[in-house]
């Protein structure tokens, strides 16, 4: 069976929210304090789970990406803007603002339960959608570059008190910040 995929940003602190400052919130913008080495390329070490899966957004971090990512040529840019992206939401999306994007028809979590057993999810973003899928105990797997800022405010990954045991499977320097992948222990859950 695939996985589900969850990237986000973080700070030490927890705060997934406004890495990039475009929100206008007070603490926002840290994920660009140590310059673009830690957010540029595949980072999340992803490799071919990226190529052969199917990314999922929530609308308002789908809408965000696709003013950003189709005016990009980079090797890696040009692997985001070709991947499947599908978009959870109630309110439609123009799919022709960046390609290969669809909305998903009816129920999230339907959907996910359905698409799991065909490919890869990987959740980019998309903080309320997360939770969901969380609630719904459908992450495998967390991948997260962690920043060395503490934000003190914002909203936080695992703030819904879902339970869940991680095993800390790889960890990694990542220039100024540090990827950390963390993956279901189903074991303990019985």
């Known amino acids: 069976m695939s996985e589900v995929i969850v990237i986000q940003f973080s700070t ?3 705060i997934v929210s406004d890495p990039d400052g475009r929100a206008g919130t007070s603490y926002g913008g840290w994920a660009f304090r ?3 080495s830690p957010v540029t ?3 999340f070490r992803l490799g071919a789970r990226m190529e052969n899966g199917v990314q999922l957004y929530g609308r308002r971090t789908w809408e965000r990406f696709a003013r ?3 005016t990009r040529d980079s090797g890696y840019a040009k692997l985001m803007n070709t991947v499947p992206k599908r978009v959870a939401t109630r309110t439609g999306i123009d799919a022709t603002a960046w390609s290969n994007s669809a909305a998903i028809d009816g129920d999230p979590i339907d959907w996910v339960t359905a698409e799991r057993p065909h490919r890869d ?3 980019i973003g998309s903080l309320s959608l997360v939770h969901e899928l969380a609630a719904a ?3 495998d797997e967390y991948r997260l570059i962690t920043f060395p800022t503490v934000a003190g405010e914002g ?3 695992f703030a819904t008190g879902t339970p869940a045991d991680f095993e800390f499977t790889e960890v990694e320097p990542l220039g100024s ?3 950390t992948v963390l993956r279901r222990d189903r074991s303990r859950n019985g």
């Open 137 to 139: 105990d459908l992450v």
């Open 177 to 179: 910040a540090v990827l």
């Open 41 to 43: 390329d595949d980072k």
């Open 68 to 70: 950003l990512w189709p």
């Open 121 to 123: 999810i990987v959740v």
């Open 34 to 36: 140590y310059g673009l």
């Open 12 to 14: 030490l602190d927890g």
């Open 155 to 157: 909203d936080r990954l």
